[in-house]
Structures are given as structure tokens and as C-alpha cells.
């Protein structure tokens, strides 16, 4: 388990954590989201142990994890922490970089440690070569395997797959996650993807200026959302008044995804479209109404100007 108590944290006089607590249990896996700012990479680095705490405590399993001015070396063996950047030796082979912190006494063991690694990040046919020479994403998937070299406990990832490209990204984060699992271990990760939330976290927590605002499984958040900020971090969003929808009496509104409404025969809700918006699946259709944008999925195209009639989709 680990556990934060009421954890803050300012760099200099401007707190950017504020009192966070946070239960996780063995194995489980929690995205952390929120804008751009809001202090998802200072919480990482906090729970490695890279800055002390001003007030608060962590634990680990009744471990106190401890900040540099109570650790020679910052950061806790049993957690790995990999940073925006990726901290690689330029001059060493991508297996040298992977291997580096494995023992040398058994040889065949550690090579067969990097094999294994390599290919879960798609990265063998780079075995040998500098890590200089490698791209962006490339050098985001050694670094990866890197940090999984020495079997942590707890995985901390901030943005693990942003410079990985979409086609290598998918298979990446199904091999990584199931990895993590299979080997029950912890990971945090900072995203901004909406499919890291939703495919692969067990929990959400979501950040806003150094607090969490809301904990939920990706399910629960994207169900319910609660409010317009909350939804924006999952996707386009359209926020109607529920009297253009089920309840013509009532005064509330509801947050819904374009996912959530479908065109009808007719309806209280009858925007004009003004774009259409491929998707691969269908279109990603934008509209205006007398209360602002809507946004709808729909299997074909519709022309600028058509006027179409909207309901909410039953949930499943
Ligand atoms: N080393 C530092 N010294 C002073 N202020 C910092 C430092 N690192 C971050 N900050 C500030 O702390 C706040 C939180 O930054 P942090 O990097 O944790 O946000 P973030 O949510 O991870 O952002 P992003 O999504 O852009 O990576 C920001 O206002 C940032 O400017």
C-alpha cells in the first residue's frame, strides 16, 4: 500500500501541493490528470522521494519515504521515476542504457533481462546502437525499459508515451500495462491522453491547482463527470440544458460526450451543423443551437447547414 497524508510542497513561496492524501493499493495503477501546471510532475517526485515535504508524510507498506535532506541518494530503491526527459547515457548501446543498473555477476541472466525488455518495448533491432542515434520516441522506449530493469514496486511515468508515435504507442502501453500487472505492480502515471485515462488506469485522480479534486475509476469520471473542466480533460464536450433533452422542467444542465447523443427523428434539441470532422470510425460532427456548440458523433457525413435533430444515447 501507499499511502500520502496530507502532503504540501512549495518550490519557493508558492505551494504547488496542498494537503494531498492518497490510499493506493498493491498493483494498482492511478492516472493522474489535470491542465497543464497543476503540479502532476511535482507529485511524482515527491512520492520518489526527490524533494522533502513540507508537510505531510508518505508511506510505503509502513516505510517512511524520505526527501533528500534524510536520503544520501534522493529517491526510494524500491520506486523508479521516469522523468519528461529521459535521463539516457548518450554514448553507452541501448542495452548498455537498459542493463545498466543490473548486477554483472550473472551475465546470461542480465542479457536475457535486457532481451525480455527490449522486445516489450519493440526496441530489439536497436540493441547496439548509441543512444544519441536515437529519435525522440525511440530513446521514451528505452527509457521505459530502463526503469522496469530492476523490477520496481511502484512505476512513477510522467507522460511515458508522449513522443511514442500512435501505431507503436497502442501496442506499447498493452505490453507495458499487462507487464505491470502480470508482475503486480504499482504504477502512477501523468497523462494527458484520454485513452492512458480510460483504457488503462484503475483510478483517475484528478488535479487542480496542487489538490485532487476528484478520485474515481476512469468508468465512474467519464459516466459523471460533474462538472465542464472535469470532462474536458476526457474528450470534446457538450454541456446542455436537460430541458432540450429528457426533463423539458428542468433548470439543470448535463455534460455528455459526443459518444452520448445521436440524431433522431425529432427532438427538443435541433442544432445547425457546422462541420464534420472525419474520425476514421465515422464523423465528429460540430453544431450551434441557441445555447452554443454541440458535438455529436454520427456514421456519415453531414453537410454545413443541415439542421439536425439530437437525443441522448442510453447509457451502457
Ligand atoms: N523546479 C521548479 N522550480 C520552481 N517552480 C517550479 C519548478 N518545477 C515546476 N514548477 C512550477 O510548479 C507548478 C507545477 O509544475 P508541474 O511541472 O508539477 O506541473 P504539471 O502538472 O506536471 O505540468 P505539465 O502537464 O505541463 O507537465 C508550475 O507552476 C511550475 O511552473
Redesign the pocket.
Known amino acids: 500500500m501507499l499511502e500520502l497524508r496530507e502532503i504540501s510542497f512549495a ?2 513561496d508558492r505551494k ?1 501541493i496542498d494537503a494531498i492524501s492518497l490510499r493506493l493499493p498493491q498493483g494498482a495503477h492511478l492516472a493522474v490528470i ?10 511524482l517526485k515527491l512520492i520518489y522521494g526527490l524533494y522533502d515535504l513540507d508537510q505531510g508524510e508518505i508511506h510505503y507498506d509502513d516505510e517512511p519515504v524520505l526527501g533528500p535532506k534524510f536520503n544520501l541518494i534522493p529517491g526510494m530503491d524500491f520506486m523508479k521515476y521516469l522523468a ?1 526527459d529521459f535521463d539516457l547515457m548518450p554514448f553507452i548501446t541501448v542495452a548498455e542504457n537498459v542493463g545498466k543498473y543490473l548486477s554483472n555477476i550473472y551475465k546470461d541472466k542480465k542479457q536475457a533481462r535486457v532481451q525480455e525488455l527490449l522486445e516489450l518495448v519493440e526496441m530489439t533491432e536497436y540493441a547496439h546502437v548509441k543512444a544519441q542515434f536515437l529519435s525522440g520516441g525511440q530513446q521514451q522506449r528505452v527509457a521505459l525499459a530502463r526503469v522496469l530493469a530492476l523490477e520496481p514496486k511502484v512505476l512513477l511515468l ?2 511515458p508515451f508522449s513522443q511514442i508515435d500512435t501505431f507503436r504507442r497502442n501496442n506499447l502501453r498493452r505490453n507495458l500495462f499487462k507487464h505491470l500487472k502480470a508482475h503486480n505492480i504499482t504504477c502512477i502515471f ?1 497523462t ?1 491522453d484520454s485513452t492512458d485515462i480510460l483504457s488503462f488506469a484503475d483510478q483517475v485522480a484528478v ?1 487542480k491547482q496542487g489538490q485532487i479534486i476528484r478520485q474515481d475509476t476512469p468508468h465512474g469520471l467519464y459516466q459523471n463527470p460533474q462538472t465542464y473542466e472535469i470532462a474536458s480533460l476526457l474528450g470534446e464536450v457538450s454541456e446542455i440544458p436537460e430541458r432540450f433533452l429528457d426533463d423539458p422542467g428542468s433548470s439543470k444542465t448535463v455534460l455528455l460526450f459526443p459518444d452520448q447523443l445521436q440524431t433522431t427523428a425529432q427532438s427538443r434539441l435541433q442544432p445547425t451543423v457546422v462541420k464534420s470532422y472525419y474520425n476514421g470510425s465515422g464523423y465528429l460532427v460540430e453544431a450551434v443551437y441557441e445555447k452554443g456548440k454541440v458535438f455529436f458523433e454520427n456514421p456519415h457525413f453531414l453537410e454545413a447547414g443541415t439542421v439536425v435533430s439530437l437525443v441522448r444515447k442510453t447509457t451502457r
Open positions: 518550490y519557493s504547488v489535470g491542465e497543464s501546471g497543476c503540479g502532476k510532475s511535482t507529485l519528461q510522467d507522460e501523468a494527458h488535479m
